[in-house]
């Protein structure tokens, strides 16, 4: 090496020195990234004989700021060849990693990435670094807990028109209380409890246009448990109730489903202590009348499964649960024609796979059915599908910025779109989102001042807003708290 050369790397080196001096002087760490406006930061170090080392951090692909997303996918690099990767978020431990580094379920608040390379033997020891802020739409108000029903859990929940009405579920023990919540005044009345259906869990209830019809359920006894085949007619502007007739009824059963098709109320399927049903019954508030459901090509016998309403086909569709002849979850189901008493089956290729404990609402505007979540076998499921029962056939659900995998959740049709929130994961959830069916996508929705992590809790949709209320939580069990969320 010459006399120059050797000139030229000692001034190169001494102006390094009065640079990092200088920056020091100044309450910058000598080793402080420079940050480009986006937040990134790039670092170098040298090896010794070669080129300093360099962690770069691609812009393309990475999470603005601020973002909606819970999802964050980062892509990185080195600017010596194959390099190897250790990747931090949030200040946790660094973990080898290869790019592109996915980070899923990232709650709201301020998050941070950093990136490690590592090369022949070197490390860079100042990792490139990325911030950003995740907001999710929506905004949490609580609800009143002044006068609020006593904490419950399996209990039902319908919309008026005007006001929330629960009733029933596990307070301590089962209950036949209930009240009526009014978002507007954020306030309860309780509902009388003369002539109501005696106490009982894991019962339906649907509204009619005037009346709340709970029908079903179980009063549990380890011994002797008792699985009803009664039930009511509650009026809430006379805060009355009057009993379901028993004539004709179907026999007494809970896990069941009943949906509301404007003129009768359907009640299908469910169990009486291992004793599976596929069978039920139509009920007509009005005449206070029973008539049975035809058996012939109906779907096999099952408990815990989902049951919608199709409007523009006006029949009823089953879906999913556990069969009653093996124990197993199952993915078929059933289109019953309440008109003309008859049962149609469901294809299931490429049906979502078998589960219970999922919820399924109707999607009015492109009429199908959309399924999601629950879990078999030990596992939970964060997929769905959407099944057209015009053309009999089936369509996934997307998965980018889905929830996390939930069983016990609820799930609301809010106009143009499902809104899920809650259930259990391996642990009760906190978090939501909302699917639009037309793009097939998802957005994460506001975690701030929203409900605590909860299961077993009920949803209603007010056509603008939803309430989320009771359920069981994490070490406390039981509350009588909820939430309204403004999406």
């Known amino acids: 090496m010459g006399k120059d050369s050797i000139g030229l790397r000692l001034a190169a080196f001494a102006l390094f020195l009065s640079g ?254 291992f004793t599976y049903y596929n069978t039920g019954g139509k009920y007509d508030p009005g005449a206070n009348t029973w008539t049975s459901m035809s058996t012939t090509n109906a779907p096999d016998a099952r408990a815990t499964f989902t049951a919608v309403w199709d409007t523009a086909n006006s029949q009823m569709i089953v879906w999913g649960g556990i069969r009653g002849s093996d124990g197993l979850c199952v993915k078929s189901g059933g289109r019953y024609d309440a008109t003309g008493n008859n049962w149609f089956p469901i294809s299931s290729t490429n049906a979502p796979a078998a589960r219970f404990y999922h919820t399924a609402v109707w999607d009015s505007g492109n009429s199908k059915m959309i399924v999601w979540g629950g879990e078999c076998s030990n596992s939970n499921f964060n997929t769905g599908g959407r099944f057209d029962p015009a053309g009999n056939s089936w369509a996934s659900v997307s998965l980018v910025d889905a929830p996390a995998a939930p069983t016990n959740h609820t799930a609301v049709w809010a106009n143009t779109e499902i809104i899920v929130w809650g259930g259990q994961s391996n642990n009760f959830l906190f978090s939501g989102a909302k699917y639009n069916p037309t793009s097939n996508s998802w957005t994460s929705i506001a975690t701030l001042n929203a409900p605590d992590h909860r299961y077993g809790h009920t949803a209603v949709w007010t056509g603008s807003k939803m309430i989320v209320w009771g359920g069981s939580l994490i070490g406390t069990g039981e509350t009588n708290t909820g939430g309204v969320l403004t999406p």
């Open 20 to 273: 990092a001096l200088l920056g020091a002087g100044c309450g910058q760490a000598p080793d402080s990234p420079s940050t480009d406006p986006a937040g990134v930061s790039q670092f170098g170090t040298q090896i010794s004989g070669q080129t300093a080392l360099q962690t770069k951090l691609a812009k393309a692909g990475r999470p603005a700021n601020p973002s909606s997303s819970g999802t964050a996918v980062f892509k990185f690099s080195c600017n010596l060849g194959t390099c190897t990767y250790k990747c931090s978020i949030d200040s946790g431990a660094y973990k080898k990693c290869k790019s592109p580094k996915t980070y899923k379920y990232l709650a709201e608040g301020s998050h941070g990435f950093k990136v490690r390379a590592y090369y022949s033997g070197a490390s860079d020891p100042t990792p490139a670094k990325y911030y950003w802020l995740v907001q999710f739409p929506g905004s949490w108000t609580a609800t009143s807990t002044t006068n609020a029903p006593l904490a419950r859990w399996e209990h039902s929940a319908v919309w008026s028109g005007s006001e929330m009405i629960i009733w029933g579920g596990y307070v301590s023990t089962e209950s036949n209380t209930g009240a009526k919540y009014n978002p507007t005044t954020d306030t309860w009345t309780t509902t009388s409890t003369t002539n109501a259906p005696a106490i009982r869990t894991d019962h339906t209830a649907i509204w009619t246009g005037t009346y709340m019809v709970v029908w079903g359920g179980t009063k549990y006894d380890i011994v002797t448990p008792t699985y009803y085949n009664t039930g009511g007619k509650y009026d809430p502007s006379a805060n009355t109730w009057t009993a379901t007739s028993t004539t004709n009824a179907p026999a007494g059963r809970y896990q069941h489903q009943a949906v509301w098709n404007g003129s009768v109320m359907m009640v299908w399927g469910g169990d009486a202590g």
